[in-house]
Structure formats: structure tokens, C-alpha cells
């Protein structure tokens, strides 16, 4: 009996300090990022700080943004948002009336970016474009160059150690080792592919079945031959396909690439016509929370080398 008595009595103590403690602290600073690169640099700006939250949309559940819908989800993020990091450049086209509603502050991330003139798609006269999307005058997808991914970093950097001052210090030492992950990763993409070219290996130039491959092909010294945007259910048209299977069998392109969520059809055709290989590139759109910038990185990194390997393997380096 005394044995019982004494357990519950621990039972109620135990009960009693459990109930006098303090809640979990909420957020101080939430701040939504509508695509997942930008969640990557904002988390990475921001980790360490107290009271900070970074949250992301689920538009990584796409390989294209145009036909995006806010979900329930979305919304209550947005409602909860203090602030929202947009990629900017004309991508976000989806958010216009959310932001219009929102008491939240708003960094462009693509403010001061160096934006390269959006890809000519080839179509043929009268032709739609693909549904009748268009990103606009300027390519959205910036964040494919590092160096371009360091801009949208300091543009981070610069709106939170004036939202928020008390932690100024710890944003500025995050945004150091940041940028220099950034730098070298900018490096390596140059060097590692001007290594590979000077060795007498040959690549012509990339094929890429997404537009969003423009500033990586930039970063790496590459050439882009041809960009088709093509979505689930709107393969290319007959004139670009005539074009592309023209462009690998003139320049002998041993390999054409796609991005890995989105469509293959066109791509496995013209691989058919031609004997070209068909290989993979991510636009690092989705993948794994609370692992900092390491996603970005490896993306970047596995794009490189699978450009490098698939042409080596192709023409028997």
C-alpha cells in the first residue's frame, strides 16, 4: 500500500510540474519562401537565430510553376507569414492576388541579379507556345548559377539584418560561409567542365527538354544548342522535334537531357530516331528539409557530372 501511495504521489508531482511548464515558444519571425531553392538559401541564412521560422510552398510538387495552384495549405502559411521570400523574375505569377491580400513583407530575391533574356522556343508560325505559356522577357530560373544564387543570398541578407537587427550578426556570419560554399561551387562548375573540355574531350553543346538550364549552362562555359519546355500532356511540336533531331545528328550529340520531374516522351522519340542516349538533370526544385544548403549543392554538383560522364561514356573517353 505504502508502495502505491508513494507512486502515485510521484505520478501527481510529476503531473504538476508537467502542466506549469512553459509552452513551446512560437516564432518570432516566420518566413515563407515560395520555391525550394529559395527555402534552402533562407534557411541557411537564418539558421542559429532564435524565434526564426522558414517555411516553404509545395510548389516543388511541379516541374513547372505555370499551372501551379495554391493549396489549403499554402494558404494558412501565407496567413501566418511575416514575411515571404519570392524567386521574383516573373516565376511567382501564381501568388499575384495571395500577395495582394497579405499584411506580410515581401524580398524579391531577384533584385539586382544579373537576368539573362528569356530562350527564343521554335515554333512555327502562328503556333502557340505550349498552351500559351511564357515566363516573360527574362529566364526566372537564375538560381542555376551560383553566382546568381549568391545575389538572391545577399538579398536575404541585406532585408533581415534590417527586419531584424538584434540578430544582425549571426545572418552576417551565415551569409560568410554561405557565399563561400557558393564560390566554390561557381568554381567548380567552371573548372570541372573547362578540365574535361581541355583534356580534347568533345561536347558540341547541350539539348535540354526544360528551359530552365540556360544559367547553368552559362556557369559550366557551355553552350546551350537548343531548350524545348515541355510539360505532362504537351509534347513538342513536329517543327521542333524535325529541328532537334537535325541539331544532334549535325553536331553528332551522343546525349540529350531532360529534367528529372518532367516529361521524356519527345526526348525518348528523337533518342529513337537518332541513337542518341537520353540522360537526367535536376532543377533542384524539391528534396529534403533541415539539411542547409547540402541539396543545392549536390543538385549542382550530380548536373555536372552526369553532363561530363554521359558525354565521356558516349564517345568512349
Known amino acids: 500500500m505504502k508502495k502505491i501511495k508513494l507512486f502515485m504521489a510521484?505520478?501527481?508531482l510529476l503531473a504538476a510540474v508537467s502542466g506549469c511548464a512553459p509552452a513551446a515558444e512560437e516564432a518570432r519571425l516566420t518566413v515563407v519562401c515560395t520555391t525550394y531553392p529559395i527555402y534552402l538559401f533562407a534557411s541557411s541564412v537564418t539558421e542559429g537565430v532564435e524565434g526564426v521560422t522558414v517555411e516553404r510552398l509545395d510548389t516543388g510538387s511541379t516541374s513547372c510553376l505555370h499551372d501551379y495552384t495554391l493549396s489549403m495549405e499554402d494558404m494558412k502559411k501565407l496567413e501566418r507569414a511575416d514575411v515571404i521570400a519570392v524567386n521574383g523574375a516573373g516565376l511567382e505569377e501564381f501568388l499575384e492576388d495571395?500577395?495582394?491580400t497579405s499584411d506580410a513583407q515581401m524580398i524579391d530575391c531577384s533584385t539586382g541579379v544579373e537576368l539573362l533574356e528569356n530562350l527564343s522556343h521554335h515554333h512555327e508560325d502562328?503556333?502557340?507556345?505550349?498552351?500559351?505559356?511564357d515566363h516573360g522577357h527574362w529566364d526566372p530560373h537564375y538560381w542555376m548559377d551560383p553566382g546568381?544564387?549568391?545575389?538572391?543570398?545577399?538579398?536575404?541578407?541585406?532585408?533581415?539584418?534590417?527586419y531584424d537587427p538584434d540578430h544582425a550578426a549571426r545572418y552576417e556570419t551565415n551569409v560568410k560561409t554561405l557565399d563561400q560554399s557558393l564560390k566554390e561551387l561557381e568554381e567548380f562548375?567552371?573548372?570541372?567542365?573547362?578540365?574535361?573540355?581541355?583534356?580534347?574531350s568533345d561536347m558540341p553543346g547541350l539539348i535540354t527538354f526544360h528551359d530552365g538550364f540556360q544559367?547553368?549552362?552559362?556557369?559550366?562555359g557551355l553552350p546551350l544548342l537548343?531548350?524545348?519546355?515541355?510539360?505532362?500532356?504537351?509534347?513538342?511540336?513536329a517543327h521542333e522535334i524535325v529541328e532537334i533531331t537535325q541539331l544532334v545528328k549535325e553536331y553528332d550529340i551522343p546525349v540529350i537531357f531532360t529534367e528529372v520531374n518532367g516529361s521524356d516522351a519527345t526526348a525518348k522519340a528523337i533518342a529513337r530516331e537518332t541513337g542518341c542516349s537520353v540522360g537526367q538533370l535536376t532543377m533542384v526544385m524539391d528534396g529534403p528539409e533541415g539539411e542547409g544548403i547540402t541539396p543545392y549543392l549536390d543538385g549542382l554538383h550530380q548536373n555536372v557530372y552526369a553532363v561530363i560522364e554521359s558525354f565521356r561514356k558516349m564517345v568512349g573517353d
Do not use: K, P, W
Request: net charge negative.
Open 126 to 133: 502562328g503556333e502557340d507556345e505550349h498552351g500559351g505559356h
Open 98 to 100: 495571395a500577395l495582394e
Open 226 to 237: 537548343a531548350s524545348v519546355e515541355e510539360e505532362a500532356g504537351s509534347e513538342a511540336s
Open 10 to 12: 510521484i505520478m501527481t
Open 189 to 200: 562548375l567552371s573548372v570541372r567542365t573547362q578540365a574535361f573540355l581541355s583534356a580534347g
Open 215 to 220: 544559367y547553368f549552362a552559362a556557369a559550366c
Open 148 to 162: 546568381s544564387a549568391r545575389a538572391a543570398v545577399g538579398n536575404l541578407r541585406n532585408f533581415l539584418v534590417l
